[in-house]
């Protein structure tokens, strides 16, 4: 598995970041999915999961609402839509997979991770 992530970049306050996850090798059907974020000096923090066919997702309670996580299995890709950026949520974001059909928050138990891709979020 070899997880890239697309889509960072330098929006305003306010803005809209689309980020993609995906994998010209692997079968990401067969991962739970997920997006961690890492601000500098702060630790990786969980973002969201979704399950491997979609059904389920679960965010962080302060990107609840403005982020929604989807995937397209037949395409390959997981995705992360932002709105309403705020300054704090600029950082590193890290799609991983895990391989358990069980979801979790801990970034330790996911198996595989993306090279990471990055938010600014300018005020």
């Known amino acids: 598995v070899q997880l890239q992530a697309s889509g960072g970049g330098l929006v305003q306050a306010g803005g809209s970041l689309r980020l993609t996850c995906t994998d010209s090798?692997?079968?990401?059907?067969?991962?739970?999915m997920a997006w961690f974020r890492q601000a500098p000096g702060k630790e990786r923090e969980f973002v969201s999961w979704?399950?491997?066919?979609?059904?389920?997702?679960y965010y962080e309670v302060s990107v609840k609402d403005r982020f929604t996580i989807s995937r397209d299995n037949a395409k390959n890709t997981v995705c992360l839509q932002m709105n309403s950026l705020k300054a704090e949520d600029a950082a590193v974001y890290y799609c991983?997979?895990?391989?358990?059909?069980?979801?979790?928050?801990?970034?330790?138990?996911?198996?595989?991770w993306g090279q990471g891709t990055l938010v600014t979020v300018s005020s």
């Open positions: 979704i399950s491997r066919n979609g059904g389920e997702t």
């Open positions: 991983a997979a895990r391989q358990s059909p069980y979801a979790t928050t801990l970034g330790s138990l996911y198996d595989y």
């Open positions: 090798g692997s079968t990401l059907s067969s991962y739970i």
